[in-house]
């Protein structure tokens, strides 16, 4: 098995053009990308992947030790550059993915020349003592990993909804299951516990490499004082504040990242 | 008789606002647009909604907040719908209430998404029924890892004697895989020296509810233990037919024990050696009276290790060999000459190796005492000895009383053999000791710690 097996690396783009490497986040896979990568596609060489472990990935190469530190998901994307022989990469990451893009561009700075940072952040726990308001408590995220738990009792069953005017035998309305985001539980619900307990804030104080950062107001997950955190404390980094709700700006409003992620990095 | 399917009824709007599960419609980034009546009631929503409460995700708990915007957002946009998530509403009462969402993306003719449509069931029957389930699952997979891991061999056999389950350890200690041995006659898979019936027979011999076990030896050599128990279902014993069978390769414990039992008797009989070569050296060497009594007291320090583990019944848990206080007491009784002059009486009581000689040795100095000068230097005394051992405490108590010797006058001064028992007893066992210098009688009381 290659690197690029497995971690399902799909190729796009202009072949010889810039490389723009996307990193998904916690709970789905690259087809998250869908809405952002085709703006790009006429003048950068596009590389998608799913996250060891989700999506079309390897499972059998999820290992709970090794990726209960989030280098090893960084590691494994610098062997993915390795393995296309890309230089002078930008990395595009979501939220933890973000956090991924990061820790790799801190590795290898030889290997990127600048991050996109889609909703990011550092810690999503709460630090009193440190003054850093993350949004989560502790129990908070021991819940989500109990929901992980509660709701892949259905999933290897779920049925497809009968839409509207569709037929219910109709073969397509079958084949639409719930198959999008969803991997084997039991990684889901350890990979809910990396990304939520994982603080990263120290590397994000040394990030090696410019990121643009894209940050919703209105994001659940995000509060606004993280943002603020990072303009203060990331060297290199602009913070770019999204009149959006939610912490998917690049599925709710794509064209709006797409105009950010353009006027930033300029013509290819 | 007709009735309207689909569009066209005129109280779809009122069923909507009071339908029996909540109604929800949202913009594609999740912001409110609509909660029907019911969800609103659920939720304790003021009418015309709370401004700090704008989004879907913002109407869940914590969890379920995140849930939504890692799982459920990028669904609806993905594929266009999600199913029964299971996750928690925020009631303005503090309680979470388990629901149900299921949602559906509504889009124009171009595919641009327009709205999402949501439903919420209320589950908390379902949750509860669930949390059950997934407890009972958990126990199950603990067992089920526990059983498949262990070391023993432990199978399920019904009451003909077929084995129908077959762990991992049963493969490895009997060295047939689980589809060779499922079906088969149990007896016969794992043979035992002798006993071609023994699965059988121990499951006539034993009424169901009684655990079996015993041991048994393989005609390869190889010793096991054998555990037989039935199984209840549900914790109801005699609803099932099929009994357990776990087996534990004991060879080597074995191979020690008798290891062990071939080193302690080369032990006693060194030890008697030595013994028997210190009473000869005393004979020569010293004056004769001074010699008789050494080495009277060296035979009666001999007779205790004799009385240690005489029954067979050596205790290996322990650490050590045991002796029988009884049979202690009936060494004693035989120096004397004639045990039927002796009135014993006390329950069975095992004594450690340091029990037993320290109180031999007592036993000893007693009995010379009274050969003496108390009841036994004449014919008609008698040596009455009763013994207690108080279960709670773990005290033992044991009393010496002579009747019917010459009238006892209470010596001026302690001799050795009163000085040896003080000795022994105090120092070696913590004991306390009482001797009484009645004129009808000399009697002597010592009560110690046997744990």
């Excluded at chain 2, 049979?327 to 004639?338: E, P, Q, S, V």
Aim: a negative charge; proline letters at 6%.
């Amino acid at each position: 098995m290659t690197v690029l097996e497995r971690n399902n690396v799909k190729l796009g783009g202009l072949p010889d053009g810039p490389p723009m490497v996307f990193v998904h986040g916690f709970g789905c896979d690259q087809s998250m990308w869908r809405e952002v990568t085709p703006a790009f596609a006429a003048t950068r060489r596009i590389v998608t992947y799913d996250l060891t472990g989700m999506g079309g990935s390897e499972l059998a190469a999820y290992d709970p030790r090794r990726h209960a530190d989030l280098q090893a998901h960084a590691d494994e994307l610098i062997e993915i550059l390795d393995a296309l022989s890309l230089g002078e990469v930008c990395l595009v990451g979501h939220s933890i993915g973000a956090t991924i893009a990061l820790l790799a561009a801190n590795r290898a700075p030889d290997r990127v020349s600048r991050l996109v940072m889609v909703s990011p952040s550092p810690a999503f726990l709460e630090d009193a003592e440190a003054g850093y308001r993350g949004g989560f408590a502790r129990e908070e995220i021991e819940g989500l990993v109990a929901l992980l738990d509660e709701n892949h009792l259905g999933w290897s069953m779920q049925m497809a909804p009968t839409i509207a005017g569709q037929p219910a035998e109709d073969p397509s309305a079958v084949e639409l299951t719930q198959s999008f985001c969803r991997t084997d539980p039991q990684i889901m619900s350890h990979f809910g516990r990396v990304t939520f307990f994982a603080d990263r804030r120290a590397d994000f104080e040394k990030a090696a490499r410019p990121a643009l950062v894209l940050h919703c107001d209105k994001d659940a997950l995000v509060p606004m004082a993280v943002a603020d955190w990072m303009r203060d404390r990331m060297p290199g980094a602009t913070v770019e504040v999204l009149d959006a709700t939610g912490h998917c700006p690049h599925m709710t409003v794509p064209e709006t990242v797409v105009a950010a992620m353009g006027a930033h990095l300029g013509p290819a | 008789m007709s009735y309207i399917v689909g569009g066209g009824f005129d109280t779809a709007a009122e069923l909507i606002e009071d339908a029996p599960c909540g109604i929800v419609v949202t913009d594609p980034d999740g912001r409110l647009r609509y909660v029907n009546a019911t969800l609103a009631h659920w939720l304790g929503l003021p009418p015309g909604g709370d401004a700090a409460r704008p989004t879907l995700a913002s109407l869940l708990t914590g969890p379920g907040r995140i849930f939504y915007d890692t799982h459920l957002a990028p669904m609806m946009r993905l594929q266009g719908f999600a199913r029964e998530i299971s996750c928690r509403l925020d009631t303005a009462s503090g309680t979470p209430l388990p629901v149900l969402l299921s949602g559906v993306s509504r889009r124009d003719a171009e595919g641009r998404c327009l709205r999402h449509d949501f439903t919420v069931f209320d589950a908390r029957e379902r949750h509860a029924y669930e949390k059950a389930l997934q407890q009972a699952k958990r126990e199950a997979d603990e067992l089920a890892a526990i059983v498949s891991s262990s070391p023993n061999a432990i199978l399920r056999v019904d009451a003909a004697g077929h084995v129908r389950s077959w762990n991992a350890g049963a493969t490895r200690l009997i060295g047939r895989s689980a589809e060779e041995a499922v079906g088969q006659p149990v007896a016969r898979i794992v043979a035992l020296t002798d006993r071609p019936g023994w699965f059988a027979e121990e499951m006539k011999g034993a009424g169901r509810g009684a655990e079996i076990v015993f041991e048994a030896s393989q005609p390869d050599g190889r010793e096991l233990e054998v555990t037989m128990a039935p199984i209840g279902t549900h914790g109801l014993p005699g609803v099932s037919e099929d009994w357990s069978v776990i087996l534990r390769d004991i060879t080597r414990r074995k191979h020690a024990e008798r290891r062990l039992k071939v080193i302690l008797g080369e032990m006693r009989h060194r030890m008697k050696n030595t013994l028997g070569v210190v009473a000869g050296l005393a004979r020569q060497t010293l004056p004769k009276p001074h010699a008789e009594s050494f080495v009277s007291r060296l035979q009666a320090l001999s007779a205790a290790h004799d009385a240690l583990g005489a029954d067979g019944a050596e205790d290996m848990s322990g650490g050590g060999t045991a002796a029988d206080l009884r049979l202690l007491i009936d060494t004693a009784a035989r120096t004397a000459g004639d045990p039927a002059r002796f009135e014993i009486d006390g329950p069975a009581v095992r004594l450690t190796a340091r029990q037993a000689t320290s109180l031999s040795m007592a036993l000893h100095e007693l009995v010379t005492n009274a050969l003496k000068y108390g009841a036994l230097s004449c014919e008609s005394g008698r040596v009455r000895i009763d013994y207690r051992l108080d279960e709670a405490t773990g005290r033992l108590s044991l009393r010496w009383r002579e009747r019917g010797g010459p009238t006892v006058v209470p010596p001026t001064r302690r001799g050795f053999g009163t000085k040896m028992i003080g000795m022994v007893l105090k120092a070696e066992l913590g004991g306390e000791i009482d001797f009484e210098f009645a004129p009808e009688g000399f009697s002597f009381e010592v009560v110690f710690p046997t744990r």
